[in-house]
């Protein structure tokens, strides 16, 4: 598979603080699911602003769909790259929904015809089309996340990246954001990257990588990462529920043939092996 | 303060709702300065008589109106009477130490509440049936050929745009602050003046804070939406000049004309 994202040997620091990334190196392949875990502070929201130009590597490449992040690139890299970021209220331009949607259209010169339908499309996307003319004051966290996500759509990007995008949300709005994300990654072939502390979340990536300060620990799939609990404890994150029960279950010698489960299927197999007793 | 007005923005699809912001406000500013021509009762009730055809036009009651600018009046009263009090020149009705009132400073006065109420339902009504968002539009679209000489239109234009968009917001996390310190004993409502300015100091260091964190994300976001400078950008919403206006334009010249034929 293609890696769309290749990140080569980077190395970054903030001025006057010392090296975060110190020669760095992953791929995100073409149409993946990836998740990026790693503690506060471990460099995971930096490094997507490094990949989307955001800020400037001192050291090393980083391509993006075979176009090198630099100075004369940046526009036309932050046209696959769309961005979520945590806090609902910071990323909100826009005076309505309908403005707001509007604005990265705006930046990129749209004529109005089209960006008219743009924004009904995407809004449609999201279903917050009906509250075009809302201001974000009246809107909830969740449904300003949605309206976000509107705006990149509306640009028809390659790669979306989801920097604790649903880390300030409830349960239910975080599960209603993941879902439309997952949406719209089949329905246009997306990239996703997820950048999160939400053990769930990653769960259901397709891959995983755990970065803890700056450098990358583990790269695999969920199953595996969230098997190793131990080394999930080292660096500071919980494993996922079900993978800490499985855990337990082993210490007490229950033979599990799988390396992790989901809820679903960590209860068909308690109840299998309930019913064989 | 409900049913206070002023500055307030009523969502309708009246006549004046529809017209464009841009031509509203270069009318509520025409119209102004119309008031400082008018000099006697007739020309004064020119432009009554046209005010209150505008209110009607904007879908507001007269009633709702008045009563919304009820709170303004007592304060043009206060002004009208200082300077019924202490202006000169006519005869002597009544005197009392440096006040006195004649019979000319009545006149002048009663001529300056009416001018006061003209101006106060004129900006009312442009609030009213204006979004704040347009009226910024309106004043990028007035102020376009200031770009000649290199004035950044568009930028004042959108700064306008985000600090407006975030008033609410800062609105609520005022309210947050006030609360938290609220509930770590601080008393903002009694005490002297000394004492209430300092307590406010609390409740503004960690609001400018949060502004400046807001700022910051926000230009983040900006950027990483594909912002470069204000001045490249295309308009998703536009206000043309309509029929409506051009009407409007002409009523408003025509009372204009009639204004300064009919004064002193």
Do not use: C
């Amino acid at each position: 598979m293609k890696d769309i994202i290749q990140v080569k040997n980077i190395s970054f620091n903030y001025s006057g603080q010392p090296l975060l990334f110190d020669g760095l190196s992953l791929d995100v392949h073409e149409g993946e699911w990836l998740a990026l875990i790693g503690q506060n502070g471990s460099g995971k929201s930096t490094l997507a602003r490094l990949i989307d130009g955001l800020n400037v590597l001192k050291k090393g490449q980083i391509f993006v769909d075979g176009l090198l992040v630099s100075d004369q690139n940046v526009f036309d890299i932050r046209n696959k790259i769309g961005m979520v970021f945590q806090n609902p209220e910071d990323q909100f331009v826009g005076a309505t929904v309908e403005d707001d949607v509007a604005f990265g259209l705006e930046n990129r010169q749209i004529d109005r015809e089209k960006m008219h339908q743009l924004v009904k499309t995407s809004l449609e996307n999201v279903n917050m089309w009906e509250f075009r003319d809302r201001i974000p004051a009246n809107l909830s966290g969740g449904q300003k996340q949605r309206v976000a996500i509107a705006g990149i759509v509306a640009l028809s990007p390659k790669i979306i990246i989801l920097d604790e995008a649903t880390s300030m949300l409830d349960p239910q709005g975080r599960q209603d954001i993941l879902d439309l994300v997952r949406q719209l990654k089949e329905k246009n072939h997306l990239t996703v990257i997820s950048i999160t502390h939400d053990i769930d979340e990653a769960a259901s990536a397709d891959r995983v990588i755990v970065i803890n300060k700056g450098q990358k620990i583990d790269e695999d799939i969920p199953g595996k990462i969230f098997s190793n609990t131990e080394q999930l404890a080292r660096i500071g994150l919980d494993a996922p529920y079900t993978a800490q029960l499985i855990a337990a279950l082993k210490r007490r010698h229950f033979d599990l043939d799988k390396e992790y489960l989901d809820r679903e299927g960590l209860i068909a197999w308690i109840k299998q092996l309930v019913s064989t007793k | 303060m409900t049913n206070f007005l002023f500055g307030r923005y009523l969502p309708g699809n009246s006549w004046i709702h529809q017209m464009s912001p841009q031509s509203k406000l270069l009318l509520s500013f025409y119209f102004v300065i119309v008031i400082f021509f008018a000099n006697n009762l007739v020309s004064y009730g020119v432009l009554a008589l046209l005010i209150i055809v505008v209110i009607l036009l904007s879908g507001v009651s007269i009633t709702f109106f008045l009563k919304g600018i009820r709170p303004l009046i007592w304060l043009i009263i206060f002004t009208v009477g200082l300077q019924i009090l202490f202006s000169s020149g006519g005869t002597i009705l009544w005197q009392w130490g440096p006040f006195s009132i004649t019979n000319l400073s009545l006149i002048n006065g009663g001529f300056i509440f009416i001018r006061f109420l003209l101006i106060i339902m004129i900006s009312t009504v442009l609030t009213l049936t204006t979004t704040p968002l347009a009226i910024a539009d309106g004043v990028q679209t007035i102020l376009k050929p200031l770009k000649r000489v290199h004035f950044p239109v568009d930028t004042l234009a959108l700064m306008l745009s985000i600090a407006l968009r975030f008033v609410p917001t800062l609105m609520d996390e005022m309210e947050t602050i006030l609360n938290a310190q609220r509930s770590r004993g601080v008393d903002f409502g009694s005490g002297s003046l000394t004492h209430r300015v300092k307590a406010a100091v609390p409740l503004l260091v960690p609001l400018f804070t949060g502004a400046i964190n807001h700022a910051e994300n926000l230009s983040t976001a900006m950027e990483a939406r594909g912002f470069t400078d204000s001045e490249h950008r295309s308009k998703y919403r536009i206000y043309r000049w309509q029929l409506k206006d051009t009407l409007s334009w002409i009523v408003f010249l025509v009372a204009g004309g009639l204004v300064l034929y009919l004064r002193k």
